[in-house]
């Protein structure tokens, strides 16, 4: 059935370094993707918009320079946290239609 | 743009009893209202959603009502269980994208809690 992989579930990094994390829909195409960012007991914030073959649509307050967002293709969206600081780690987590991906847990040293 | 608000922040309940989570929106034009749970660390599960032409939903010991007169949404879990314990977010959209997904703004959150 549908389904959305999100890769990786958690990954630490070393502050000013980049991180790429990848969100593909499974048995399905996904035109639009979202990306949210979510802290410890709290809501799930969007992020941005990602379109397939355009630019994403990135929320107030979302540096666009610092999240880039890519969907290539019909299946693959990628959010790279660059230059990463420790105040960018969080639980970030993709969706397609009504489905989530697992998220990714980044902690910044 | 949309704004939701979601209500108790923490509900605790006795195994069996009844549990009701209460959102209201803003935007007059959503037309979607996903309910979502999420246990700690993972996914947020999508587990019912009602569509703004319906005025209730019922799956299993779930439903959801809906009265877009006065914009507000509701929750409710009957004989409720254990496994329920989590925390459950509502969320509403003003238009649902084919193809793609819908562009959610979620509610802050409720912690249920059910005791033995």
């Known amino acids: 059935g549908a389904v959305v992989s999100q890769h990786p579930s958690w990954v630490i990094c070393k502050s000013g370094t980049s991180v790429k994390i990848e969100c593909r829909s499974l048995?399905?195409?996904?035109?639009?993707m979202f990306w949210y960012r979510q802290f410890p007991k709290q809501s799930l914030m969007l992020m941005a918009t990602?379109?397939?073959?355009?630019?994403?649509?990135?929320e107030q307050g979302v540096e666009k320079d610092k999240f880039l967002i890519n969907h290539a293709s019909l299946t693959l969206s990628t959010l790279t946290v660059t230059s990463a600081h420790p105040e960018d780690s969080s639980f970030y987590i993709c969706?397609?239609?009504?489905?989530f991906g697992s998220g990714t847990r980044l902690t910044v040293v | 743009g949309e704004n939701v608000e979601q209500h108790p922040s923490t509900l605790s309940v006795q195994e069996g009893d009844s549990a009701v989570i209460k959102c209201t929106y803003s935007?007059?034009?959503?037309?979607?209202f996903p309910w979502y749970k999420q246990e700690l660390g993972k996914r947020p599960q999508l587990i019912i959603d009602i569509r703004s032409n319906v005025g209730e939903k019922k799956d299993q010991r779930i439903a959801v009502t809906l009265n877009k007169t006065a914009k507000h949404f509701s929750l409710h879990i009957t004989e409720t269980q254990p496994e329920d314990s989590a925390v459950y977010f509502c969320a509403a959209t003003p238009y649902i994208l084919t193809g793609g997904g819908n562009k959610l703004t979620f509610g802050t959150g409720t912690q249920l809690k059910v005791e033995l």
């Open positions: 990602s379109n397939e073959g355009s630019k994403a649509t990135y």
């Open positions: 048995d399905f195409q996904a035109t639009t």
């Open positions: 969706s397609a239609r009504e489905l």
């Open positions: 935007d007059s034009a959503s037309n979607y």
